[in-house]
């Protein structure tokens, strides 16, 4: 799988240049807060558009403004986790995860569902609405619901930001695993250097919106405690 973005936008007074090719594995995209962290994955999931530049998936053309391409988010076929999570409320975990699954009919889609609230250890409150569960649970569920589409990518918005120490180390764990298992290319957008530390393969610097550095998980470290 390859991601290539090289793109430009303008919000305001902001300006976001952005340059990269993404390798296989987890990419860590990391920096203060107002960077343009999050404008960067809201572009590549369709959810904002470029004013100049070009983002292709493998053979798919995402953006292209030369073209005047514009794949709309749902055809783009990318899993997204946000800090707050989208769950319907008025259904249950099972059916949250199961609404996503792409193929197959209720029973197999349901099937598929359990399988995996198991990868990410939530069988337990499958029958529990949203409302009923911890931040920590929640957010597994989501992670489940952003798998349930077979991505070709997944894209992870400071996702454990509200949570307590203990359970975003548990989470970090989690997806860490879960990147491992599935071979899903990952972008984590952090400006934690401890899940810096414990995630990335690779890192993508952040810097005023200027994104287009990556590097290495030490080299990155070492910038960090200049």
């Given at each position: 799988?390859?991601l290539?973005v090289d793109?430009r936008?303008?919000i305001g007074?902001?300006?976001?240049?952005?340059?990269?090719?993404?390798?296989?594995g987890?990419?860590?995209?990391?920096?203060?807060s107002?960077a343009g962290?999050?404008?960067?994955l809201?572009l590549?999931?369709?959810?904002?558009?470029?004013?100049?530049?070009?983002?292709?998936l493998?053979d798919?053309v995402?953006?292209?403004t030369s073209?005047?391409t514009?794949?709309?988010?749902?055809?783009?076929?990318i899993?997204?986790?946000?800090?707050q999570?989208y769950?319907?409320?008025?259904?249950?975990?099972?059916?949250n995860v199961?609404?996503s699954?792409?193929?197959?009919?209720?029973?197999q889609r349901?099937?598929?569902?359990?399988?995996?609230?198991?990868q990410?250890?939530a069988?337990a409150?499958a029958?529990?609405?949203?409302?009923q569960?911890?931040?920590?649970q929640r957010?597994?569920v989501?992670?489940a619901?952003?798998l349930?589409?077979?991505?070709r990518?997944?894209?992870l918005?400071?996702p454990?930001n509200?949570?307590?120490?203990p359970?975003?180390?548990?989470?970090r764990?989690?997806?860490?695993?879960?990147?491992?298992q599935?071979?899903?290319?990952?972008?984590f957008?952090?400006?934690?250097?401890?899940?810096?530390a414990d995630?990335a393969?690779?890192v993508?610097?952040?810097d005023h919106?200027?994104?287009?550095?990556?590097?290495?998980?030490a080299t990155?470290?070492?910038q960090?405690?200049r």
């Amino acid at each position: 799988m390859t991601l290539d973005v090289d793109v430009r936008a303008h919000i305001g007074e902001f300006h976001l240049d952005v340059r990269f090719a993404l390798r296989p594995g987890l990419t860590v995209v990391f920096g203060p807060s107002g960077a343009g962290k999050t404008r960067l994955l809201r572009l590549i999931a369709g959810l904002d558009r470029p004013d100049d530049g070009r983002i292709q998936l493998d053979d798919a053309v995402f953006d292209d403004t030369s073209t005047r391409t514009c794949t709309p988010p749902h055809q783009r076929n990318i899993g997204m986790v946000f800090q707050q999570p989208y769950l319907l409320p008025h259904r249950t975990v099972l059916a949250n995860v199961a609404l996503s699954v792409r193929h197959g009919d209720r029973v197999q889609r349901r099937a598929r569902a359990n399988e995996l609230l198991e990868q990410v250890d939530a069988t337990a409150f499958a029958a529990r609405r949203p409302g009923q569960l911890s931040g920590g649970q929640r957010q597994r569920v989501t992670l489940a619901r952003a798998l349930a589409g077979e991505p070709r990518l997944l894209l992870l918005d400071e996702p454990f930001n509200a949570l307590d120490l203990p359970v975003r180390r548990q989470l970090r764990r989690l997806v860490r695993d879960l990147v491992d298992q599935t071979d899903v290319p990952t972008l984590f957008v952090t400006h934690d250097a401890d899940e810096l530390a414990d995630l990335a393969d690779h890192v993508l610097l952040a810097d005023h919106g200027t994104i287009t550095t990556m590097t290495d998980p030490a080299t990155a470290r070492a910038q960090l405690d200049r």
